[in-house]
């Protein structure tokens, strides 16, 4: 019989974590989602790379929040490895352009970009795209995805541009 009731008081803890979880993901997807467009310049002796990144945050708060987190990552980032580079902007927007909100489906476009999905509650969805950079060089950036995947627990993933 005790071991009943504890099987019983297992069973209600576990229904009530789940029930937690379950309405803490119905919050979460009732936010009305933003998107974080970032920009980055870089200089290197006679060219110069445009970054972009799109992140999917979960409402206008989150994406804010996200900005100023990149903002701070890159700048630190980008002065150590790239003293050229300059963090351009950020800019919150409640939806994207449909030429880049397509980027989100993951499929082929005229540019190779990275897709960064979502593995845990702290991590958000993004894509980056780099402008300016060869056929030559977007296929290096593919084969460095385990780099970009690590420390990250969601999957980063390479969408090769279209080719003819």
């Known amino acids: 019989m005790k071991k009943f009731?504890?099987?019983?008081?297992?069973?209600?803890?576990?229904?009530?974590?789940?029930?937690?979880?379950?309405?803490?993901?119905?919050k979460e997807l009732a936010r009305k989602p933003a998107y974080l467009d970032a920009r980055l310049k870089m200089s290197?002796?006679?060219?110069?790379?445009?970054?972009?990144?799109?992140?999917?945050?979960?409402?206008?708060?989150?994406?804010?929040?996200q900005s100023?987190?990149?903002?701070?990552?890159?700048?630190k980032g980008?002065?150590?490895i790239c003293p050229t580079c300059k963090f351009q902007q950020a800019e919150c927007k409640e939806?994207?352009?449909?030429?880049?909100?397509?980027l989100f489906d993951d499929v082929p476009t005229s540019v190779t970009y990275?897709?960064?999905?979502?593995?845990s509650s702290d991590e958000r969805e993004a894509r980056v795209i780099y402008w300016?950079?060869?056929?030559?060089?977007?296929d290096k950036l593919c084969n460095a995805v385990p780099q970009f995947?690590?420390?990250?627990?969601?999957?980063?993933?390479c969408v090769r541009a279209q080719r003819e």
């Open 5 to 26: 009731i504890i099987f019983l008081v297992i069973l209600g803890i576990s229904a009530l974590a789940f029930d937690k979880q379950k309405k803490d993901r119905e």
């Open 132 to 138: 300016g950079v060869s056929v030559e060089e977007s």
């Open 114 to 119: 990275l897709s960064l999905s979502r593995g």
């Open 44 to 65: 290197f002796q006679d060219r110069s790379l445009d970054s972009v990144m799109f992140v999917k945050a979960l409402d206008e708060a989150d994406c804010q929040q």
């Open 68 to 75: 100023r987190v990149l903002e701070d990552a890159l700048k």
């Open 95 to 102: 939806e994207l352009a449909p030429r880049y909100a397509k």
């Open 149 to 157: 995947q690590k420390g990250r627990k969601g999957k980063v993933s």
């Open 78 to 80: 980008a002065e150590s």
